[in-house]
């Protein structure tokens, strides 16, 4: 049984409710026992009761005595409790059990009397001498508000957010700093040849000087490919004027045939700029030189995607000003 308080409920809309003693005594079994076919019982049918005596003897014999509530004083009552508790026996120990039961009168208290000698009582009780047993089970209340495991939890639940957000954070700060040290070990251990620079070819092309105008693919050819406009150079001195199998790839100086697509190991250094007074016609784009230095093949990293990509083109794109850059993500 689970032990409760609480005063009987009222079974009829008065001022006043009615109570009978009942006794249970047995040598078939112990007052626990009891106790556990009486929680039986009055869990059924909803009946409040209270404990008065429980108690084993030196005999062997059991007893228990109870308080229980009933509408009336009806002699029909006493063989309703009567019969619900042997049955309530039966079902939990089996038939051949010899157990006594006797219901008797109690007084007949007032209930707004009894509220006040329950009140003037309290302070002479011994709150745990009775225990009440019955289908109103439950524990102490705590409070209106949530309980303490779920405000645990939510707080739990908010570090751990905070903790995932800060280390996504950090380990985003660390992919970037080690991309930043990759990037800085591959242009040490390599010539990067950035589109406006100005470099010299090898023997192969006789040294021939000109200015990088583009980086990427050749239709109809295999491989990548660095266009230059050769410069100092006068005209013809290249194979063609930016253009190849009918698509254009950069502009020339003045449109005439000063380009030339070549290999990066056709490239054998890269040179300072030309000074401003060489008389030279102008670059077709002078901002060049502020462009990244990247080339192709080289990862980079993009900030709107929050992730690395290949450099795979470097060039104008078809009605679209300046130089374009294509990246395999």
Known sequence: PTTTTGEPRTFAPSSQYNTVTVTIRTDSLSS????????????????????????????????VELLVAVASHDPLYYDVIEANLREAIVDEYGDGIHVDITVEDAAVVDSDQDSDNNNEGEADEDEDSEETFGDDVGGPVLGSGPPLWLVVVLLLAAILCFCIAALVYVLRSRRRKQFKQTAAMMADDRMVVAVGDRVRLCNRHDYLEGVVQFQGP?????????????????????????????????????????????????????????PDDTGLPPLPDENLSKLPRVMLGDSVYVPDKDCSAKVAFIGRVEREPGIWYGLAL
């Open 32 to 63: 626990t026992e009891i106790l556990v076919a009486v929680a039986h019982a009055f869990n059924l049918t909803s009946t409040p009761f209270t404990i008065t005596e429980s108690n084993d003897d030196e005999d062997g014999f059991a007893t």
């Open 218 to 274: 050749v239709q109809g050819m295999e491989g990548d490919f660095f266009g230059l406009d050769l410069r100092p150079c006068g005209p013809g001195a290249g194979q063609n004027d930016g253009s190849f199998g009918g698509r254009s790839y950069f502009p020339t100086t003045n449109g005439e045939r000063s380009g030339l697509f070549v290999g990066y190991d056709e490239i054998d250094s890269v040179l300072p700029p030309l």
